[in-house]
Nanobody
Framework: VQLQASGGGEVQAGGSLTLSCAGS????????MGWFRQPPGKEREFVAR????????RYADSVKGRFTISRTNTKNTLYLQMNNLKPGDTAVYYC?????????????????WGQGTLVTVSS
C-alpha cells in the first residue's frame, strides 16, 4: 500500500484540523493504520492507531479526548480529527501502516509511511 497524507496547516490554539491519508491499492483494508508525529527537534512519537476493521482504537495520553482516528475502507482513507489544538501539537504528522498484530505503537513496526504534513498551532 502507498500512503499520502494531507490536511495540515496553521491554526490557532483551540482550533481544529482534520488530516487525511489516502491509500492506494487493494491492501489498505489488510493493514492496521496509525498516525505519528515529529515535533521540531524531537523524536517521532505515536499519536493514534486503528485496527483494520476500525473496531479498536488507541491514543497517546497527550491527545486522548481531543483527537479521533477513523478510517473509511471503501475509500482507502484514514483520518485524524484534531480538536482543541495546543501549541504542543505542532509537528509533522505522518500516517503509516502495519500488519503486526497486538496493538503495537512502535514506529519500527510500521511500514510503509506516507509523507508528512505539517501542523502548526499558534498561541
Amino acid at each position: 500500500v502507498q500512503l499520502q497524507a494531507s490536511g495540515g496547516g496553521e491554526v490557532q490554539a483551540g482550533g481544529s484540523l482534520t488530516l487525511s491519508c489516502a491509500g492506494s491499492g487493494r491492501s489498505f483494508i489488510n493493514h492496521h493504520m496509525g498516525w505519528f508525529r515529529q515535533p521540531p527537534g524531537k523524536e517521532r512519537e505515536f499519536v493514534a492507531r486503528i485496527s483494520r476493521n476500525a473496531a479498536a482504537t488507541r491514543y497517546a495520553d497527550s491527545v486522548k479526548g481531543r483527537f479521533t482516528i477513523s478510517r473509511t475502507n471503501t475509500k482507502n482513507t484514514l483520518y485524524l480529527q484534531m480538536n482543541n489544538l495546543k501549541p504542543g501539537d505542532t509537528a509533522v504528522y505522518y500516517c503509516a501502516a502495519t500488519t503486526v498484530v497486538g496493538g503495537t505503537t512502535d514506529p519500527h513496526d510500521f511500514y510503509p509511511w506516507g509523507q508528512g504534513t505539517l501542523v502548526t498551532v499558534s498561541s
